[in-house]
Structures are given as structure tokens and as C-alpha cells.
């Protein structure tokens, strides 16, 4: 085992921002962008010029990066990081500020992702999204992540029982969630039979297993804990977190991801158990990826997913809050914004600012990442317990 | 087993043939290795030369010992079947034509896990053999299929996508007079050639080959002189919208190297069919065939150069017809460039001499008719982009792999 890893203490996250998600803009990622983190900012009484700290994500930034967006927005920061992480985004964008400010390197850390969504600028981005996707995935059916997911899908119900009707069970409940946030892009209730029914895409994988692409953007702040206060700000802070790459390269085919490998040193670090998390979100670009997280985040062991579905709720009220703001499959897929819609809604949860979707009595959430369909597989995670603040 | 496809009917003249479409076509620079690996029908991945680990996808570095030393060998084709999909939903303008599309994970033998196509008549969670085919964008790709042969095998819409057999198709072969056209035209109605054009020059002239050509069933003899312009148009008026598989087996060869002639009449003659006869056809067949490469079951699909394998390297004793048959390897190379967006695959067949009265003063081994008819049928339905017949075509390749210029120094060493 390694070193034993520094807590977070003293690192706040405040302001989470949400910019309501369209199907389509004419807008572009800089556009949304800007929004994102203006709204964060307004809701902390902050002006450009007081971040030092800049982390973004996104997938249509393109001529751009993190650096045009400096000159483009007028921002002066000290610290400056691109993560080009998908849907570990906002999990690492969370991990790399707590340090810089724990450290000094900045006091005021902003993480913004966003994307556009023009009409065909989906196919665009799959067709350049990684070489090895170009090379050995898109040139079979080009079916996208859909096929990729289609086959882990595919092994993971022949391996371990698992029935549509289980994954069904996270969609409903999911959209049950989102009918409570009035800025999901779904808005009809999704019945299982509607799930079961629904248009073959890549079998296993039907209609309502994937998510919508969208236009949209989110964003917060990581601060030091005195600066949260002094400004009378409702904050959360990381109880631990981790990340891992390219885990477990060997397996055939992904039936775990890289949390596998770090859960045990996440709890420790937290000092609590799974029974101890009030909410948790997982990244939920399919059904059968965030029944993976039930099991390797410690909530069921491998292959009991789906005895975990049909034994709990879901949904906001139920037993096992999860993903309640309806998540990727239900709010929209925001590009790299589907890296933080999780962990926004997770710091409304613990500070009591989740409205129509607040879980009652939510101090602590874990939220985890997964991101960038490499090859045949995701390659990078992340995961955070984050808790609301005693007063 | 796979079912039969039936033979095409009359085509509708009302609807618009489908515009060619290919898959997509960009790859990585270390991902060519497997187009070249699928041009001669071979299953190579990367090995490190350093640590023996075997890669995929294709890449610039060992992924277990960081090694730049990757080398493109032959490897075991074993694999098993991991995970399957159907993908009925695709962006791809291609794929959207071909859904469904079957998908799987085959964990290889050799260790890696690929994404491959796999064939209809490959079982559940079964032991395949995988091969690496081109596809319609003269793209290598990975497809599983079936450890032992099925019925109607090639009939797989996945595999018939990545061969260019001529079952169910029309072939023109251009030349009557060549010895080679009754082995060959007979090779191609036994592949289940639909019909077989035959091109004859000079008609008025009795050739010799006629009666065994016209014996093949399906067989219909036209007027062609691939030397001259206005026969090779005028046949393309005529047959170019239905020509599904074009050979090209029109060939001028004399004895002689440069020394041992004082004037350019043979060279002259050499050119104008081995290398402006191709270049006359391509003109004139070309642009109807890249059109209708999406044309259901008898789409148009490949153009077939019979060069000598002197074209690899000169033989001093057929140096102009060696030099004749480089320009027209060079063209050949153009015509992939050209007929890329289309789909339309250009099969090389490198032969080296053949058993007839133009090579009567050299010794074995030649190549006798049979064997090039049946090298070049096997080469369309294996999907091929080169096919070196017989032994010295092989050998003159692999002295070319091997170095260039040593080949070069070898061939022009030692002249008897």
C-alpha cells in the first residue's frame, strides 16, 4: 500500500450552477461556458477578476482550450487546468482545485464545463473522439458509445442474470426524479413497460437505456473554508476522494471500473460506510454503468446489482436516493457537462439548495465519475463523499 | 448456416441506384498495418519485439513494457466470442444501409480483445477464427468467423461486404486471345459468375481459344481492342453500367531487354496494351463502375490487373515487358487513389512467367493457366488487394521485402 494521502480539510465548494440544458443551441461552447461560470459566480458575489484558479471541460471547445478561454473571458488566473476527462470531469476538476488551494497555488478555484450541441455535431465529435475509436471501434457499425456499452451490457446479463427489467428499474425511477426538476429535458413519466417496449438500438440496449444529447453547462467554486465563511456561503466540503485510469486492462470485457481498486481507501478516508451516505449519484451514460457503481462503490457486492435494484428505491424518497436530478438519462447528456451534473447536484443536496429535488435530511453524498469510451471500454473514474457543513 | 442469397432480378430503371457510401476510412498510421495485413489475406497484429506481448488496438508503444520495437507478425487467428450487439442505430451513412450489424468482443488466443464483425453461422459464446478482411474502405478490419466452413457461408451479408466473389455478378474479361482467358472465364462461372463478357480484338482474325470459351455457360463474346480508344469506349457504352468485376488479362509481351532490341516497336506495342490499355479502360469502365458500387447484390465491386511480377523488380531477359508492367503497377496504384471514395477494389494478381509461347526459352517453374484463373477467383472472394501466384512471384516479393535493392542487385547480376 502507498503513502497514506492528505485529507482535504479547509477546502469549501461552494455555488453550484446550472445552466438549464437545450437539445440544440445555435450557441457555442464558449457561450456556455461563460454562462455557467458567471452564474456561479454571481450566486457567490464574485467578479471575474477575484478567481486566480480556472479548471475546464469540454468537448466543443475546439480550436480552443482552457487557454483561449482565459483572453475570450478576460480572466487572469495563477492556476489553469484543462481535463479532458468526459464523465470523471467533475470529479478530478474537484480533486486538482482542493489541492491547488489547500496548497496556495490559488484561493479562488472555478470549474466550469459545458458543451454545445448543433445539429450533427454529435456525429462530428464521435468521428474524432480518440484513435483508438477510430481505429478498432467506430469502423464496425459505427454504433458510438451505444455499442460499446451494447457489448459490456451484453456480458454483464450472461455473467451475472441480470434482466432489462433491472436496468428498466433505474431508468423509471430516474424519471421520476426529473419530473421534479423543471430543467430536465425529459419531462414525460417513463413506465417500465414504455422501457421494455421501447426501439431496439444496440441490443441489449434499447431507446430509454441511453441518453439525449444536449446543449448545457454547470459549475462551482472550491474556496478555503474561512473564505466560504467570511462570505456567508453555504458550503460542502470532501470528506475523500478518488481517482483511478485505465484499471484492470486485462479484463476481456469491463465489469468493474478503476473504483474497484480504491473503494476501501475512499471510506477509510471518510471514515464511514456505505450505509452512511444519504444520496448517491453515479455517472449514468447507461443503466448498466451505474449498476456497476452500486457494486464497486460498495453498496452490493459484484453481480448482486440487480437484487440491489429490485430491494430499494430510487428514487428521491425512497431508501437510496440516486441520481435526483433525473441524471444524464433523464436531464440530458450536456457533453462534458455530464461530468458534473452529479457532483452540482450533489453540493445542492448537502447544503440544503436542491429544491424540488432535495433528499430531507441530505448531509452526505457520494458522487462518482466515468469517463472517455477510449477503446471498448471507459478508462478513467472518480469518485467523492462530500458533506454538508456544520455550521 | 447462412441463407442463400438469390440471384438479382431485373433491375428497376425507375429508382435511383443507391449513391456509394463507404465506412469510415481515417485511421492512424500504425492502423494501415492492417489493411496491409487483410491486402493478401493474412492475420497479423503487433508483437514487441522486446517482451513478446501481443497488441491491439494498433499502437506506437508496447503497452506492457513500453517498447517502440513493435513488430507486424503472424499470430494465431483462435479467439472466442465474449459479447455480442446488434447495432440497429448508427450516424454512419454506410452503416445505416447495413443494419443490423452484427457486433462482438472476441478475446483472441494471443491475448488482446478486439471489436470485430462476426458472422451469422458463428455460435454464442463459440471459438471462432478471426480474419482480417478489407472492407469497403480498403480499411482492414477484424471479422470472426465460424472455426469450420458453413453452408452458404460467403453468403453472410457482413462477409459478402468484404469479399468481391463474382456469385451472382457480371464479369468483362478483356482479352479472347490472352491463353489464359478459357482457364480463367471457366474458373469464374464455376464461382457463380452470373454472366462473363469476353472482349475479342481484330473479330475478323480466327482465334484459337474460342471454342473452349464459348463452351463455359453464361459466355457472351463482344468486340474489344484495348488499344484503341474508340473500341474501348464504345464497349463501355454498352456494357459499363453492367460490368460487375472487371479482368483485365489484355497482355503484350516480347522476349528482350533494352540491349537486345535497336528500336522501340515491341516496347512501343508493350505499352500501348500493358499500360495505355489499362489506362484506356480505366477511363472508360472506371466512372460507370465506382457509380454503381451500391447497387445490391451484383453492385460493382473490383477491377482485376494480371501484371507480371517483373513489375516488382526488372528481369533483364523481359526488360521492356518488365518496364511496361511497372507503369502499370504504378497506374494501378492510382486507380485505388482514385476509385477510394467509391469502394471499388482494385485486385492486383503478380504472376510470374506463365506456361505459353512468349516464355517458351525459359526453364520451371511456370505458371500454368489454371493456377492464375484459380489464384485470381480465390483473390476476389477472399477480398484481396494483392495475390502473388505461384513461386516466383512469391519469391520475387519476398526478395523485395527483404531489400529492395539487394532484389535489384540479384536481378541484374548475373545474366545468362
Redo the contacts between chains.
Keep these: 500500500m502507498s503513502r497514506t494521502r492528505l485529507g482535504y480539510e479547509g477546502v469549501a465548494i461552494v455555488s453550484p450552477a446550472t445552466i438549464p440544458y437545450q437539445r440544440f443551441s445555435i450557441e457555442t461552447a464558449h457561450w456556455w461556458i461563460a454562462r455557467a461560470l458567471k452564474e456561479s459566480l454571481d450566486q457567490a458575489g464574485l467578479g471575474p477578476a477575484e478567481i486566480d484558479g480556472f479548471a475546464v471541460s469540454s468537448f466543443t471547445l475546439f480550436p480552443d482550450t482552457a487557454v483561449g478561454l482565459t483572453q475570450h473571458l478576460g480572466l487572469c488566473p495563477r492556476w489553469l487546468d484543462h481535463i479532458p476527462m468526459g464523465g470523471a470531469s467533475g470529479i478530478v476538476a474537484l480533486r486538482r482545485a482542493a489541492r491547488a488551494v489547500q496548497a496556495g497555488d490559488a484561493d479562488i478555484v472555478a470549474c466550469v464545463a459545458g458543451d454545445t450541441n448543433h445539429i450533427d455535431s454529435?456525429?462530428n465529435l464521435?468521428?474524432s473522439f480518440s484513435?483508438?475509436s477510430?481505429?478498432?471501434?467506430?469502423?464496425?457499425?459505427?454504433?458510438?458509445p451505444?455499442?460499446?456499452f451494447?457489448?459490456?451490457m451484453?456480458?454483464y446479463m450472461?455473467d451475472y442474470g441480470a434482466t432489462r427489467e433491472d436496468f428498466g428499474r433505474i431508468c423509471v425511477a430516474q424519471r421520476q426524479n426529473a419530473l421534479r426538476n423543471p430543467n430536465a429535458l425529459m419531462k414525460k413519466p417513463l413506465t417500465l413497460q414504455q422501457y421494455l417496449d421501447a426501439r431496439?438500438?444496440?441490443?441489449?440496449?434499447a431507446l430509454f437505456d441511453c441518453v439525449m444529447p444536449c446543449a448545457g453547462s454547470e459549475a462551482f467554486l472550491v474556496m478555503t473554508v474561512e473564505e466560504a465563511q467570511r462570505r456567508d456561503l453555504p458550503f460542502a466540503v470532501i470528506a475523500g476522494t478518488i481517482e483511478r485510469h485505465n484499471a484492470y486492462?486485462d479484463d476481456?470485457?469491463q465489469f468493474r471500473g478503476g473504483w474497484a481498486m480504491d473503494i476501501d481507501e475512499l471510506y477509510h478516508m471518510a471514515d464511514c460506510a456505505p450505509s452512511d451516505i444519504d444520496l448517491l449519484q453515479t455517472y449514468d451514460d447507461y443503466p448498466v454503468i451505474s449498476m456497476m457503481q452500486f457494486e464497486d462503490l460498495g453498496f452490493c457486492d459484484k453481480g448482486e446489482g440487480s437484487r440491489f435494484v429490485q430491494d430499494r428505491d430510487l428514487t428521491i424518497e425512497g431508501d437510496f436516493p440516486h441520481n435526483t436530478s433525473g441524471g444524464q438519462l433523464s436531464a440530458g447528456q450536456a457533453g462534458a457537462a455530464g461530468g458534473y451534473i452529479g457532483l452540482v447536484e450533489a453540493i445542492r443536496q448537502v447544503t440544503a439548495a436542491a429544491g424540488p429535488t432535495q433528499v430531507p435530511d441530505a448531509s452526505r453524498a457520494m458522487v462518482s465519475g466515468f469517463g472517455v469510451i477510449n477503446?471498448?471500454r471507459g478508462v478513467c473514474s472518480g469518485a467523492a463523499i462530500i458533506e454538508g457543513a456544520k455550521a | 448456416m447462412s441463407e442463400p442469397i438469390a440471384p438479382p432480378g431485373k433491375k428497376n430503371p425507375q429508382r435511383r441506384t443507391d449513391v456509394p457510401q463507404t465506412?469510415?476510412q481515417?485511421?492512424?498510421r500504425?492502423?494501415l498495418g492492417l489493411a496491409a495485413a487483410a491486402a493478401e489475406g493474412r492475420f497479423m497484429l503487433q508483437v514487441c519485439g522486446d517482451c513478446g506481448a501481443v497488441q491491439?488496438?494498433?499502437r506506437d508503444a508496447c503497452?506492457r513494457c513500453l517498447s517502440i520495437n513493435l513488430q507486424w507478425q503472424d499470430v494465431s487467428p483462435g479467439g472466442r466470442l465474449?459479447?455480442?450487439?446488434?447495432?440497429?442505430?448508427?450516424?454512419?451513412l454506410?452503416?445505416r444501409k447495413?443494419m443490423?450489424?452484427r457486433?462482438?468482443?472476441v478475446?483472441l488466443d494471443v491475448g488482446p480483445?478486439?471489436?470485430?464483425?462476426v458472422h451469422g453461422d458463428v455460435g454464442d459464446?463459440a471459438d471462432v477464427r478471426m480474419a482480417i478482411k478489407l472492407?469497403r474502405?480498403g480499411?482492414g478490419?477484424?471479422m470472426a468467423l465460424p472455426v469450420k466452413e458453413t453452408p452458404f457461408m460467403e453468403d453472410d451479408p457482413r462477409l459478402r461486404e468484404m469479399s468481391c466473389t463474382p456469385r451472382h455478378r457480371r464479369v468483362l474479361v478483356t482479352d479472347a486471345r490472352n491463353p489464359n482467358a478459357p482457364a480463367i472465364v471457366s474458373a469464374l462461372a464455376a464461382a457463380g459468375a452470373e454472366k462473363i463478357f469476353v472482349g475479342l480484338s481484330e473479330d475478323w482474325r480466327p482465334n484459337r481459344h474460342n471454342d473452349d470459351i464459348m463452351a463455359v455457360p453464361g459466355v457472351e463474346m463482344l468486340p474489344l481492342d484495348v488499344t484503341d480508344s474508340k473500341s474501348v469506349e464504345e464497349l463501355a457504352a454498352e456494357l459499363g453500367g453492367k460490368t460487375d468485376i472487371l479482368v483485365n488479362n489484355a497482355r503484350y509481351v516480347r522476349p528482350g531487354g533494352l540491349m537486345a532490341r535497336n528500336d522501340t516497336v515491341f516496347a512501343q506495342n508493350e505499352m500501348d496494351v500493358n499500360y495505355l490499355g489499362l489506362m484506356r479502360l480505366a477511363q472508360a469502365f472506371g466512372p460507370a463502375m465506382c457509380a454503381r458500387t451500391a447497387d445490391g447484390t451484383n453492385a460493382a465491386v473490383a477491377w482485376v490487373n494480371i501484371l507480371s511480377a517483373y513489375a516488382i523488380s526488372n528481369s533483364p531477359d523481359y526488360g521492356c515487358f518488365s518496364a511496361s508492367n511497372a507503369a502499370a503497377l504504378s497506374l494501378s496504384q492510382n486507380m485505388r487513389a482514385d476509385f477510394r471514395t467509391s469502394g471499388l477494389r482494385v485486385l492486383n494478381v503478380f504472376v510470374g512467367p506463365t506456361d505459353d509461347d512468349w516464355h517458351q526459352e525459359l526453364p520451371p517453374p511456370k505458371v500454368p493457366a489454371n493456377t492464375l484463373a484459380r489464384s485470381l477467383v480465390q483473390g476476389l472472394v477472399d477480398g484481396l488487394e494483392d495475390v502473388y501466384c505461384g513461386d516466383v512471384a512469391k519469391d520475387m516479393i519476398e526478395r523485395f521485402r527483404a531489400s529492395p535493392k539487394i532484389q535489384e542487385r540479384e536481378m541484374t547480376g548475373f545474366r545468362s
Design positions: 454529435f456525429r464521435l468521428s484513435r483508438f477510430q481505429d478498432a471501434a467506430y469502423p464496425y457499425g459505427f454504433g458510438g451505444n455499442a460499446n451494447a457489448l459490456l451484453d456480458r450472461k431496439p438500438i444496440s441490443d441489449p440496449i486492462a476481456p470485457v477503446y471498448d | 465506412p469510415p481515417q485511421r492512424s500504425a492502423a491491439y488496438p494498433p503497452s465474449v459479447a455480442e450487439t446488434r447495432v440497429r442505430a448508427t450516424t454512419d454506410y452503416f447495413q443490423p450489424v457486433v462482438g468482443t478475446k480483445s478486439v471489436i470485430c464483425h459464446g472492407d474502405a480499411q478490419v477484424m
